[in-house]
Nanobody, 116 residues
Framework: QVQLVESGGGLVRPGGSLRLSCAAS????????MSWYRQAPGGERELVAS????????NYANSVTGRFTISRDNTKNTVYLQMNSLKPEDTAVYYC?????????WGKGTLVTVSS
């Protein structure tokens, strides 16, 4: 079955960096686009970044453009989110997501807290 497992979250000071990873299994990873979403406390889940199946195309939310970078390694079935210049408003649970055969698949999320 499809599994998405996020890791790399934690507590970081404003201005710091983190790299999130999402290990995928149960499907042909290299055939599908992948995305990162986040949900802040009391907020709605929002799209952060997406990457095409081969990695040649990416897009970002305006709020993270220039600070976050999504990438993937199809040999490792893993998608990454490099987060730099973190701000307190980036505090959220970050989720890995893909869409296969009209079905949404989500990981369980990893918590990122940006605080001094």
């Amino acid at each position: 079955q499809v599994q998405l497992v996020e890791s790399g979250g934690g507590l970081v000071r404003p201005g710091g960096s983190l790299r999130l990873s999402c290990a995928a299994s149960g499907f042909t990873f290299s055939s599908y686009a992948m995305s990162w979403y986040r949900q802040a406390p009391g907020g709605e889940r929002e799209l952060v970044a997406s990457i095409s199946s081969a990695g040649g195309s990416t897009n970002y939310a305006n709020s993270v453009t220039g600070r976050f970078t999504i990438s993937r390694d199809n040999t490792k079935n893993t998608v990454y989110l490099q987060m730099n210049s973190l701000k307190p408003e980036d505090t959220a649970v970050y989720y890995c997501y893909t869409w296969i055969g009209r079905v949404n698949y989500w990981g369980k999320g990893t918590l990122v807290t940006v605080s001094s």
